[in-house]
C-alpha cells in the first residue's frame, strides 16, 4: 500500500541526521572522523560489570521494574551531588533523567515551539538539536561566533531588534563549553554578559553541557547554570562521553516547575528511562568511577587533539584553516571556498577512504557556508588520526 | 520568572496519566491493582546477570557505545525467529527496536497524524495511546466492544460512513489479544473481518500486541500481522511483561518503508535504543530464557486472574460486573451507575488502602461512562489481591 499518502504534515520536516547518514556508508576500510564517538577505551567496562551484578543484587526486582519519569531518586540525589562538584546547586526537585541529553533536545521542542518561536542559537550550532526542533517550525536566529564563541554584543542587538519587532522568544541555546561543532569556550565575562542580556529580556537560556568535563588546557570556566540567580538556565547534561553512551542517559537540572512539564511531556515518549541503567550510572557516581575516570579520558583527548592538530598542520595546503578546541571532541574545519564539502564527501570516503561530517547542517541559514566540516578527534586511534588527515588533505589538494 | 506564558499552544492537549499520578499517592500500606506492572519474580533476575556479565565480556565497547537508530542487528536477527515462532514472518528491515512499545506510540502519532486526522480505536482503549497522541490533535473514533472485542460491523460501517465525509483516516488501533483495558480477546473471524475493511479501504492497521503471549484458557488466536498480505498492518510489541519492563524495550513490525519513517522519526527522540539493553534481550532471546519464561508467567497469572475473580465473585455487592479476560493483566469492572469511579478513588486510597485505575480516560468519549475502573491482577501477591478486593468491595457498599 502508499504510505506516503498517510504521512502527516511534519514529516516534511525530518530531516535524516547526515552524521547517522554517513555512519552507514563507513566501511572498515574507511576512517571516520564523522560522528561524535567516544573512545572506547574511556568505558570503564569492568566496573560497569561489577556495578550491573551489585545494582541486580542489591536493587533486584526494582532495577528491573517500571520506574518513575522523573527518574529513579538514587540517581537523582547523585546527580544533585555531582552538580554540586560543578558549581551547580541542585536538589532532586531540579532533576529530571532523560534518554540522552537529545531526549531533552527533543522536549524542549515539545515544550516550548510553536510554528514561528524564535530560537536565538550559535551559528553553527550542534546539529541534532536543530533537526529535533524543526518539525516544530520555528524561526531560527544564528549568533555569530569568535575564537570566544558567541559574540554576545551581537547577540544583544539581536535580541533587542527581535523584541522591537514582537518576535517571541522562546530561548536562547547555547554550548558554552567547547563547543559542537567548532570547540571552542565561551569565557566567563561573556557567560555573565549572555546571562544580563537574558535577565533584562526576561528569557530562558539552555545550557548544553555534554563536554564541560573536558577541558584540555588552563581555561577555567563556570557553568551558567552555576552563575543563575533567577531560575532562567535550563541545564543539560549527558553521561554519553563520561561513562557510556550505549547507557543513553542524560539529565536535565532546572527550576521544579521547568522539570514537571518536562516529565508531563516525557510520559508520552517512554515513560521512563531505562530502570537498571538509571541506577548503574547512580552506582557509577556512588563509587567515584566516573569521577575518577574523567581526568584520564581529558588527558587521552587532550592528546588526541594534539595528534590531529600537529596532523592538520603537517599535511594540509595553504588556504585550509582550523580551530584549535580549549577541549570537547571536535575540530572544526574551514577549506578553500571552490570546495563544496557536502560534494567532497562521497569522493573522500569511497577513493581517500576518509569521512567528516560537512559543517552545511550545523547553520542555521537557508544557504550556508558550504567549505567548512567538523572533525571527531576522539574516536580514531593516533595511527588513524596521521593517516586519516593525510587523506583528507589529498581529497583537499585534488580539489584545489 | 515565568515560564507558563513561553509555553508551547500543545501544552494544553498533555495530560498527566491518571496511572502515573496515581502511583504517587500509594504509600506502603495501600494495596495497588492501579499501573500495569510485571509481578517482579517473573523478571529472570540471575540470568539477566549472567547475560549482562556475558555481553560486557563478548561485546563489550560495542555494547557501551552509540549504536544504529534502528536497533543492533543482533538482537533484530533475533526478534525476526521469535516474531516466526509467533506466526509472523520478518526480516531485519522489518524490524525497528524502540524505547518500550510507548515509544512506538508516540512515533504513530509523529508521523501520521495532523489535526484533525482520524485514528479508529476499541472504545475503551489504552489510555497511554490516547494520551501520546493527544497533542497531534487527531479525531478519536471509538468502535464499541462486547465480549469478543472490537464489534468490526460497527467498524465497517463506521468506516464507510467516514470514507463518505472525506474524514481522513490515518490507521486502525487495537489491542486485539487480552485487550487493555478489557482483557476481551478478539476471535480470528472478526480479525478477518477487520483486515477485510482495512483491506477495502486501504488502510492501515496498528496492531498492539504486549498480552499476546499470555493467553490462559484454551483460546487459539493468530496475529493479524501474520494474517497480513498486503503490508497494511504495523506491529508492535515489548519485552517488558516477558524479560523486564525496566530495560525500556519495544519493537515494531511493518513494512520498510514504514520502519525507514520510524527510523526518521526516532533519531530526534533519543538518536539510538540503549545499545547494552539490545545486546541483553538479544541474548535472552538467543539462550531461549525468554521463550522458557513464558509459560511460568502464563501459569502465575492465570492462577492471579482467578484469585482475583474469585475474590470479586465473593466481595462485591450485587450491581457490580466484570469481565473474565482470556489473558494479559487486566480486569474490567463497572459499578453501578451513581458511582463516580474518579470521585471515589480518593476515599478508596486514603480510607479503604486500596488502588484502581478509574476508567474515564481509557474512553476516547468527551462524557466519558463514569462508572469503570481497571484492576491489574498481576503485580499484587495472592494474599493482596484476596483483601484488596474485600477492601475496594467495601469502598462500594459504602456508595451503594
Known sequence: MDVSKLLAGRTAYMR??????????????????????PDPSTFPTEDIAKITAYVLETYGGKALQYGPT????????????????????????????TVGSQEA????????LDESSVVITENPTYIAALQSWRVYRPRLVGIPMDDHGMRTDVLEEQVKRLRAEGAKI??????????????????????????????????????DDPYGYFIFDNT????????????RVIYLSTASKIFSPGLRLGWVIAEPEIIRWFALGKQALNLNTPTLNQYMLAEGL??????????NIVSLYKRKRDA???????YMPKGVAWTRPSGGMFIWVRVPEKIDTKEMLQDAVTKYKVAYVPGHGFFVDENPPRNTMR??????????????????????KERI
Chains 1, 2 share one sequence.
Do not use: C
Open 308 to 314: 590531529m592538530l600537529a596532523a592538520l598542520e603537517t
Open 16 to 37: 535524516s541526521s547526515e552524521i547517522r547518514e554517513l555512519l552507514k556508508w563507513v566501511t572498515a576500510d574507511v576512517i571516520s572522523f564523522g560522528g561524535g564517538m
Open 220 to 231: 577555567v570556566v563556570t557553568r551558567l547554570k552555576a552563575m543563575d540567580k533567577s531560575g
Open 105 to 112: 533536545l527533543e522536549l524542549l521542542g515539545r515544550l516550548f
Open 170 to 207: 522562546k530561548f536562547i541555546y547555547t554550548v558554552p563549553t567547547a563547543q559542537n561543532p567548532t570547540g571552542v569556550t565561551l569565557p566567563d565575562e561573556r557567560r555573565r554578559h549572555l546571562l544580563e542580556v537574558a535577565e533584562r529580556y526576561d528569557l530562558l537560556v539552555v545550557e
Open 375 to 396: 572533525l571527531n578527534f576522539t574516536y580514531s586511534s593516533f595511527e588513524q588520526i596521521d593517516e586519516g588527515i593525510r587523506r583528507l588533505a589529498n581529497a583537499i
Open 70 to 97: 522523573d527518574g529513579v531518586p538514587e540517581l537523582k540525589e547523585e546527580l544533585a551531588k555531582f552538580a554540586e562538584s560543578n558549581g551547580i546547586k541542585a536538589s532532586s526537585d531540579n532533576i529530571i533523567v
Open 286 to 295: 556512588r563509587r567515584g568511577v566516573i569521577q575518577r575516570n574523567i581526568p
